[in-house]
């Protein structure tokens, strides 16, 4: 993996490292991927792709911006405020309104390009950056379309999909309130990483199903990046509990919506949610022979040519 990335740059795309500042003042660092032979005088139609939860630019992101750049879109990816290149004190906080702004703010630094058609932006958002994207795409009617793949949304993760009883959801409520205490007395908030500093060789014993899909992908050479280590602060579960990021995914009408997910997904219902809450014009595409995370790299699995058709077609 060279420079930290979990793809090979085409050799006919350029990528370029840029900074912007979203409405609340931060810093984003993003990176432009475009054709070398893009024509200076011509308008271009633009696509942002947001990171899975906890992930990096350099991992899924780039692998759809390589992808697509290629296919004539100029494409943008970016690290949330508080994480990878991206600035945000302390690190690894989370935050439902600061995640979906950076969608807009992306939009803000794409529109300003000359070559880039302002009137024809739309969003891919992978894993929990679906859920980000939509909530942007409910408020932001610069978003003429949104894609997600494997998506999560984790406002809806956070309460156990409603089926928290009111006791265990008080219990969650004060085991969070309690560490703020300790958060306070330490002058830092607990942050926990998931994933080794360096790629693993094999998968620790005692996982689950779905944390060695995790570890496979973000513990081992596959997906390993150093500024994702995975989760959060422990604290960052509690504006999702106040927050319901997809209330209004009915508003995204009149604009296009697709959802992708693998056949095999554990995450299949977050996308089947949204997609009966959402109005038309949908879509709900499934991949064949594809868990969660093929669709974040696996460039044989991640269906470009639909993304391709979706975006030409909506944008």
């Known amino acids: 993996m060279k420079d930290n990335y979990i793809f090979k740059l085409a050799e006919t795309v350029q ?6 500042k979203n409405r609340y003042g931060f810093v984003v660092s993003g990176e432009l991927y475009t054709q070398k032979d893009m024509n200076q005088s011509k308008k271009y139609p ?5 990171a899975p939860y906890g992930g990096v630019k350099e991992q899924g992101p780039g692998v759809y911006a390589n992808e697509l750049a290629q296919r004539g879109f100029i494409v943008l990816t970016f690290d949330q405020t508080f994480m990878g290149d991206s600035n945000g004190e302390p690190r690894h906080v989370s935050s439902p309104e600061i995640f979906t702004e950076n969608f807009s703010a992306a939009v803000d630094y794409l529109g300003l390009l000359k070559n880039v058609d302002r009137n024809k932006i739309g969003v891919i958002g992978i894993c929990g950056s679906g859920g980000f994207a939509l909530s942007a795409a409910q408020v932001d009617t610069r978003i003429k379309a949104v894609a997600t793949n494997s998506m999560y949304d984790i406002s809806f993760s956070t309460r156990g999909k409603d089926l928290m009883s009111k006791e265990d959801l008080y ?5 969070l309130s309690q560490q703020r205490w300790t958060d306070a007395e330490n002058g830092y908030p607990e942050y926990i990483p998931g994933f080794p500093l360096e790629p693993a060789q094999s998968i620790p014993e005692g996982l689950d199903a779905t944390d060695e899909i ?3 992908f973000y513990g081992m050479e596959r997906g390993h990046h150093p500024h994702a280590r995975g989760g959060f602060t422990t604290t960052s579960s509690m504006p999702f509990l106040n927050t ?3 209330n209004f995914i009915d508003e995204i009408s009149p604009r296009p919506v697709l959802f992708i997910v693998g056949d095999q997904a554990h995450s299949k219902y977050y996308s089947k949610f949204a997609y009966e809450k959402a109005v038309e014009p949908k879509e709900f595409y499934v991949v064949e022979d594809a868990d969660h995370i093929d669709l974040y790299d696996r460039v044989d699995k991640i269906p470009f040519d ?5 975006f030409e077609r909506s944008l």
């Open 15 to 20: 990528r370029e490292s840029v900074t912007y």
């Open 46 to 50: 633009a696509l942002i792709v947001g």
């Open 171 to 175: 219990t969650l409520k004060d085991k």
């Open 214 to 216: 995790w570890f496979k």
């Open 244 to 246: 319901r990021l997809l």
């Open 306 to 310: 639909k993304i391709t058709d979706f």
